[in-house]
């Protein structure tokens, strides 16, 4: 680049050195005759203006050989510097310049950058400007013909996100980055040294942890899918058979959620019956085993079922099943298994197919507005919740904690699942399967219900018993185990037991995720 400015820079020089040399030509030759109108620099320099813009106001005229011989120089330069602005003008509406331009006035308001214009970036865009009117999006490509043109006011900006950001001068919020494509952060080349730009970067994956290093972040579709299904259409007391057909990205997802937030009672015994390739799963999770039932049906604990065979043979299984949830990752053949299920089968529970197409009498779920939504991406009140949660825990034990910030991302993660368990934590108390949102109202109603029942000790035990269970699957997920000594190298940890074997303390400790009930309702009633 520097390189270039000084190409641009002895250009410009040279140019210039040229047209002084001619003006001085002109006032030269001009200047000895008795009959010129041009008589001083200054009237070489206004006649040269007039010509060259082909305004032609005739009141100053050359009238020596030389001085006419400079004349058609001018006259033929005007040509070519009006060619020059039109197409500079022409250049800078369509390229990049006008939208830079407009940009300018807008520094103090939020910039969100879309390194692509796809669906999916449209559809999370889209999201933002409703919840943000005041908002500015930019596309870092032009739609193409299989796109929509958004609906909403954006820019287009061929340019680098580094190169967007310098545009903001380090005015008003900082801009965040949004890579749509999956594993975009290791392909797309407008993702090098973001890491280093004054960003939030967002970026679409199918591997690794949720937070990378500094401002580098990554979402799972697949996850958000998960976490906004059971959400949208929560585990109810009366199922006890729940199947699963398809095990590719989104079966696992919604499996991998079910483990996690799916506890409403300390007695439940749901049986989940997964069809499709679990092989590498299990291989990974080996010790499910600890907090379920492996491929037996159990009356005292849930139970996690994979079968090997087809899920066409298992007739009886779908006909007691009260929930059959269909989600391959191919959605065609998700349709086909729906069609075939009402066709062929005895089904006596609710069918949800996973389908970004909406059709009238079909239950589904996981369309695109669904999932990219600015709470589902940048998971703004589940992050801000689980920092909560772990402030709530570091002043009710005894033993020295961490802060958010020094956090490794297991320990996040663990802390955004409690949270992620609030809505259900707000069923329980409400007694009430059909809350699906947190409201101020609602918020605060449960809040204050745990207040009044958690005088009675039963009640109260209860309570760190749910959260004991829901703490207890989240570790075995991740492989950790029974160990004297909490060990985070060995992944062993002293309270993986039974809640009856833990401390005063250790059963104190959870309490925390049902105090930060009061926090959020607080924090609603902020807000609005």
Known sequence: MKRKHKIYLYMTIFLLTIYIGLLTILCLSEHG?????????????????????????????????????????????????????????????????????????????????????????????????????DTVIIFGEKTDEQTEFPDF????????????????????????????????????????????????????????????????????????????????????????????????????????????????????????????????????????????SLNQTSKTTDSLIFHKELWELNHAVMAQADRIIICPDNEPEGWNIYWRLNSYYQICGDIHLHSNRKTPGVTYFGTNEEIYTPNQIMRTSLNKAAIIINEIFCKTVSYPTKTWDELDAFHRESKITAADHILMKIRVLMQDEHITELTPQITQKAYQRYCETKKSATILDTYRRLDHTRWLRFYTYYNWTYGPTRNDIDRQHPMLCPYEQLTPEQKRERDAAWELLGSIAAQLNETL
């Open 33 to 133: 005759d008795s009959t010129a109108t041009i008589r001083s620099f200054k009237d070489a320099f206004w006649y040269s203006l007039v010509t060259l813009t082909t305004v032609g106001y005739g009141d100053l005229t050359p009238v020596t050989p030389l001085g006419k011989t400079v004349g058609v120089i001018f006259l033929l330069m005007s040509a070519g510097i009006m060619m020059t602005l039109f197409g500079a003008a022409v250049s800078f509406v369509t390229s990049e310049g006008l939208p830079l331009f407009l940009l300018s006035f807008q520094r103090k308001k939020n910039w969100y950058y879309f390194a692509d214009c796809g669906v999916e970036s449209i559809t999370l865009a889209a999201n933002i400007h409703r919840e943000e009117p």
């Open 153 to 292: 006011p954006c820019l287009f900006i061929n340019a680098s996100p580094a190169r967007i950001v310098a545009h903001k001068k380090n005015i008003g919020p900082i801009c965040k980055i949004f890579l749509m494509r999956e594993n975009d952060i290791g392909t797309n080349s407008r993702a090098v040294d973001l890491h280093a730009l004054p960003v939030e970067v967002y970026a679409r994956t199918t591997n690794g942890q949720d937070h990378l290093s500094g401002n580098i972040n990554f979402f799972h579709s697949y996850d958000c899918c998960a976490r906004q299904y059971w959400h949208s259409k929560p585990l109810c007391n009366a199922e006890k058979t729940i199947v699963i057909i398809g095990f590719g990205n989104y079966g696992r997802c919604i499996l991998k959620r079910a483990i996690l937030t799916n506890i409403i009672s300390v007695d439940q015994h749901v049986a989940y019956h997964i069809f499709g390739n679990a092989e590498g799963f299990l291989a990974t999770h080996n010790h499910l085993h600890e907090a379920f």
